[in-house]
């Protein structure tokens, strides 16, 4: 989904096809068509391998999933005991039930992603175009913004979890200063949960905006000046408008996952006003062994987000920029 | 359109970068509604002021003044100076038409698309005007850029090589149409160029630039008659410049000057320099080459005859033929001689050299007579 918003890499994506299939033109010699069908061998040979992964890992999956969430219970089953069936009762029954919890993950996910994209683009528009030309310094820059991927994000979120812990010093600081009264707390609220996916995926907004606007000439800038448009002004008609692509790759790369987010929820959360979809799934999955829930909601979660994504990309997506 | 150009001058403006003076204490002044050209080789500055002008770039001395206003302390967004930019800088994002109105739009000029509109018909592109800007060709672009500075009506236009991306053609087409344009729309054009024939063939006035300083401001023909310095001599199409002594500085018809056998006149406010040894030059189309002893049909009594010298070598152009010429006390002498006649002269040929003394500049002594020499 996100790449299709990105003409660079749809253009990458559609290269392959065009060397499987070139037209045959009446002037190639016999020679030239064998060339072309050489290639087009070739290249449906390096593409095997993606399609047998994604067929495999994905396709499969998905579908024995949908099918799970069909599943019935057969009368007098042992707990975790279902039999293949159609019984389509399972989705009204979770959407009933859990429909807080699904409006509850896309807001989380939506804050997420909207106070990602806030802290993102400055710094990839900092990286990218004001220090362009000092490579030092954008290297460092670029290191430091990926180095927390160098370790685990579950330690990640773990030293979060200390660092807003009830006896850090941050609570008691926040408390000092009468911000956070005596008997208030930051795990367990979703300001924490929301504040650990934004830090988790920070670097997938930030990079695809960053390689967008690395390609951001600059004269465009410096035009938009000359035609009376002010500083801001420049921002929003030119700037923005022509990294487009990158912040809908960034922000859907961030939203897909915050949406169907679990770490943060369990260890910075953990609290029934801060319960996500992606907790219901694991303890009707793992706890209650109601495998036929677990796999609706995941089904409905991936729908939603299908659709959710999909609106966004026609209402945002240009896929005319040069 | 009414006229809308206003007056520009620069009063001592430098511009230093980390380390090296872009533009060293230039003083301008561009009356309104004039076609000026700024010409000079890369990196002489011409660039960077135009850039001070456009408010993209801040002088570190000096004011610009933009009619009576001073506009130094202002941001480029505030100044009534609109730029057709060398590389175009059109947003790709927009429609051709939306690109031109994008400035109207920006000061809330009531029906911006409209006005828009019009200009792009002025450049003959009305038909183009959903287009993006990728879609078009290079010269449709650059017309696009034109139309988008135009349609704001600025005290000032600034073109910053707009021309040198174009092939020869279609560069000559569009000298005339800017010109015209100009002239209809009666703006202040600003034209930086290091293209000299451009520069004469469009601008009212020229200014040659050198290492961040004016050498020489005046009309095309002037600049090209009379240069004051060995680069404006050189940069401004071809001279012969070579080192003589005045000989008699009082006589009632100028200077006489004197170069190996030779003497000749040079009129005193013709020379930069009355006394001493000087630099002389004259440009090659003015010379007249005959071979030893014969004498020009059109000579006059007054003509400068120079005997002894030997052509080394022959450049048939086909409108005319390029002559080097070996001379005895000047050196190697360029002749551009008009192929009327169909007799070339052949290298080795013994020939003598004929000029009107009126075509003759005096130089300061000891320039650099290669100074402004465009290297190939």
């Known amino acids: 989904m996100a790449v299709n918003t990105t003409p660079g890499a749809a253009e990458e994506l559609t290269t392959p096809q065009e060397h499987v299939a070139p037209p045959p033109l009446p002037e190639q010699s016999a020679e030239e068509r064998r060339t072309w069908r050489a290639r087009g061998r070739l290249g449906m040979l390096l593409v095997i391998p993606g399609f047998a992964f994604i067929t495999l890992f994905f396709v499969v999956p998905v579908f024995s999933m949908l099918a799970m969430s069909l599943y019935v219970r057969p009368e007098g089953a042992v707990p975790g005991e279902f039999v293949p069936g159609f019984n389509i009762a399972t989705y009204a029954h979770v959407m009933t039930t859990y429909g807080d919890t699904f409006v509850r993950s896309f807001l989380f996910a939506t804050v997420a992603t909207v106070a990602a994209l806030c802290i993102g683009y400055p710094m990839a528009y900092l990286v990218a175009v004001r220090l362009r030309g000092r490579h030092l310094l954008q290297g460092l820059l670029l290191v430091v913004i990926i180095a927390p991927?160098?370790?685990?994000?579950?330690?990640?979120?773990?030293?979060?979890?200390?660092?807003?812990?009830?006896?850090?010093?941050?609570?008691?600081?926040?408390?000092?200063?009468?911000?956070?009264?005596?008997?208030?707390?930051?795990t367990a609220t979703a300001l924490?949960?929301?504040?650990?996916?934004?830090?988790?995926?920070?670097?997938?907004?930030?990079?695809?905006?960053?390689?967008?606007?690395?390609?951001?000439d600059t004269r465009l800038i410096e035009a938009g000046g000359d035609l009376y448009a002010g500083g801001l002004q420049t921002f929003l008609r030119v700037t923005l408008p022509l990294s487009t692509p990158g912040v809908m790759a960034g922000t859907i790369l961030t939203f897909i996952p915050a949406s169907g987010d679990y770490v943060n929820a369990v260890m910075l959360g953990n609290n029934v006003d801060t319960t996500t979809v992606g907790q219901i799934i694991d303890s009707r999955f793992f706890h209650a062994t109601d495998y036929p829930s677990a796999a609706a909601l995941s089904a409905v979660l991936m729908a939603i987000i299908l659709i959710l994504v999909t609106l966004y990309v026609r209402r945002f997506g240009t896929k005319e920029i040069v | 359109?009414?006229?809308?150009?206003?007056?520009?001058?620069?009063?001592?403006?430098?511009?230093?970068?980390?380390?090296?003076?872009?533009?060293?204490?230039?003083?301008?002044?561009?009356?309104?509604?004039?076609?000026?050209?700024?010409?000079?080789?890369?990196?002489?500055?011409?660039?960077?002021?135009?850039?001070?002008v456009a408010g993209l770039e801040h002088p570190t001395r000096g004011r610009i003044l933009i009619g009576d206003d001073d506009v130094t302390g202002t941001k480029a967004h505030q100044r009534e100076v609109n730029t057709v930019f060398q590389s175009y800088a059109l947003f790709p994002h927009l429609s051709v038409l939306e690109n031109v109105a994008f400035g109207l739009?920006?000061?809330?000029?009531?029906?911006?698309?409209?006005?828009?509109?019009?200009?792009?018909?002025?450049?003959?592109?009305?038909?183009l005007a959903q287009r993006r800007p990728a879609q078009l060709s290079g010269g449709q672009q650059q017309r696009v850029a034109l139309a988008r500075a135009v349609v704001n009506e600025?005290?000032?236009?600034?073109?910053?090589?707009?021309?040198?991306?174009?092939?020869?053609?279609?560069?000559?087409?569009?000298?005339?149409?800017?010109?015209?344009?100009?002239?209809?729309?009666?703006?202040?054009?600003?034209?930086?160029?290091?293209?000299?024939?451009?520069?004469?063939?469009?601008?009212?006035?020229?200014?040659?630039?050198?290492?961040?300083?004016?050498?020489?401001?005046?009309?095309?023909?002037?600049?090209?008659?009379?240069?004051?310095?060995?680069?404006?001599?050189?940069?401004?199409?071809?001279?012969?410049?070579?080192?003589?002594?005045?000989?008699?500085?009082?006589?009632?018809?100028?200077l006489t000057v004197q170069f190996g056998e030779t003497t000749c006149r040079l009129a005193a406010e013709r020379a930069v320099q009355q006394q001493g040894r000087i630099v002389v030059g004259i440009r090659p189309e003015k010379i007249v080459l005959t071979r030893a002893g014969r004498r020009p049909a059109d000579a006059q009594a007054?003509?400068?005859?120079?005997?002894?010298?030997?052509?080394?070598?022959?450049?048939?152009?086909?409108?005319?033929?390029?002559?080097?010429?070996?001379?005895?006390?000047?050196?190697?002498?360029?002749?551009?001689?008009?192929?009327?006649?169909?007799?070339?002269?052949?290298?080795?040929?013994?020939?003598?050299?004929?000029?009107?003394?009126?075509?003759?500049?005096?130089?300061a002594g000891g320039s650099d007579t290669e100074a402004g020499v465009e290297e190939l």
């Open chain 1, 149 to 186: 991927f160098f370790s685990s994000f579950i330690l990640r979120v773990q030293s979060w979890r200390f660092i807003l812990s009830d006896e850090s010093w941050v609570v008691g600081f926040l408390k000092a200063i009468s911000v956070l009264p005596q008997d208030g707390r930051l």
């Open chain 1, 192 to 216: 924490a949960v929301v504040a650990g996916m934004t830090y988790l995926y920070l670097p997938l907004m930030m990079l695809p905006i960053y390689a967008n606007l690395e390609r951001l």
């Open chain 2, 1 to 52: 359109m009414s006229a809308t150009g206003k007056d520009l001058a620069l009063r001592g403006i430098t511009k230093l970068f980390s380390g090296f003076t872009a533009v060293d204490d230039l003083d301008l002044h561009v009356p309104a509604g004039s076609f000026f050209a700024l010409l000079g080789p890369s990196g002489c500055g011409k660039s960077t002021t135009l850039r001070m």
């Open chain 2, 105 to 127: 739009r920006r000061r809330k000029v009531p029906d911006a698309l409209g006005r828009a509109s019009k200009v792009l018909d002025l450049v003959e592109l009305g038909h």
């Open chain 2, 154 to 254: 600025p005290h000032v236009l600034l073109l910053d090589e707009p021309l040198g991306a174009l092939d020869m053609k279609l560069r000559r087409q569009m000298q005339a149409e800017l010109k015209q344009i100009q002239q209809e729309v009666g703006i202040t054009f600003i034209h930086v160029t290091h293209d000299q024939e451009e520069a004469l063939t469009m601008a009212d006035t020229v200014a040659v630039m050198n290492a961040g300083r004016i050498e020489q401001i005046g009309p095309p023909g002037e600049l090209y008659d009379l240069p004051r310095t060995a680069f404006v001599a050189n940069f401004l199409g071809k001279s012969n410049l070579f080192e003589a002594e005045v000989v008699d500085a009082a006589g009632p018809q100028g």
């Open chain 2, 302 to 363: 007054d003509w400068t005859r120079v005997t002894g010298g030997r052509v080394r070598d022959v450049a048939y152009t086909g409108v005319s033929t390029e002559y080097e010429v070996e001379v005895p006390g000047a050196g190697s002498l360029t002749v551009f001689s008009q192929n009327l006649r169909t007799e070339v002269i052949g290298p080795g040929t013994e020939v003598d050299l004929w000029w009107e003394d009126a075509n003759l500049f005096g130089l």
